[in-house]
């Protein structure tokens, strides 16, 4: 089963734009993975945010995107807001099966 | 709107089979386009998918390799449901248990589930 890695922690400014990405031990992440970015908050349930590397549902605000960038998925925030500040999943699907990545801590500061 | 309300009992005795439900409303089971899914979250393990059921003509599972040997995800098409077990539970089996319908876009309320004796 693969490992799929995150950045623990992250920090981006006011108004800043910030990067996370996840990368999988197996390889290059494809679109084939159908990459997930969830959103959580303190006490509460994890929120999908993106699904198949870059479709957004009705709820994602518009300065969140998604993309595969250097053999990895990767999701962007531009303009970050205080309300931004959350941990971040994302989750590979590979033959069926789906592994969560160990998240990112964003701190918006 | 599709809901999703899960059942099932917080508290499981160690090597006991753990039972929880996901009850839907708002869209079908068995639906050629759907496809529910069980994760559990803990402070130790983090988020971790633990499996899958969906129809698509026949009935399909996947699961996680971490329980592969131990789950089972049901559907039941007559109470429009579907359901998770874990056999041979351990404290480390203690998490909160979440369902959710396929793109993850709804989710049950969770239920947290402690093993211990």
């Known amino acids: 089963q693969a490992v799929v890695t995150q950045e623990p922690s992250l920090t981006v400014s006011p108004g800043g734009t910030v990067t996370l990405t996840c990368g999988s031990s197996?390889?290059?992440?494809?679109?084939?993975?159908?990459p997930y970015w969830f959103q959580q908050k303190p006490g509460q349930a994890p929120r999908a945010l993106i699904y198949?590397?870059?479709k957004k549902h009705s709820w994602t605000p518009a300065r969140f995107s998604g993309s595969l960038v250097g053999g990895k998925a990767a999701l962007t925030l531009s303009d970050a807001q205080p309300e931004d500040e959350a941990e971040y999943y994302c989750?590979?699907?590979?033959?069926?099966?789906?592994?969560f990545g160990g998240g990112t801590r964003l701190t918006v500061l | 709107q599709v809901q999703l309300q899960q059942s099932g009992p917080g508290l499981v005795k160690p090597s006991q089979t753990l039972s929880l439900t996901c009850a839907i409303s708002?869209?079908?089971?068995?639906?050629?386009?759907?496809?529910w899914n069980w994760i559990r979250q803990s402070p130790a393990r983090g988020l971790e998918w633990l499996g899958r059921?969906?129809?698509?003509?026949?009935?399909?599972?996947d699961y996680a390799v971490s329980v592969k040997s131990r789950i089972t995800i049901n559907p039941d098409t007559s109470k429009n449901q579907f359901s998770l077990q874990l056999n041979s539970v351990t404290p480390e089996d203690t998490a909160m248990y979440y369902c959710?319908?396929?793109?993850?876009?709804?989710w049950g309320q969770g239920t947290l589930v402690t093993v211990s004796s």
């Open positions: 959710a319908s396929w793109y993850y876009t709804y």
């Open positions: 708002g869209d079908s089971v068995s639906s050629n386009s759907a496809v």
């Open positions: 059921t969906y129809y698509r003509s026949k009935w399909y599972n």
């Open positions: 197996t390889g290059a992440v494809t679109s084939g993975h159908y």
């Open positions: 198949d590397t870059s």
């Open positions: 989750l590979l699907h590979s033959g069926g099966r789906g592994v």
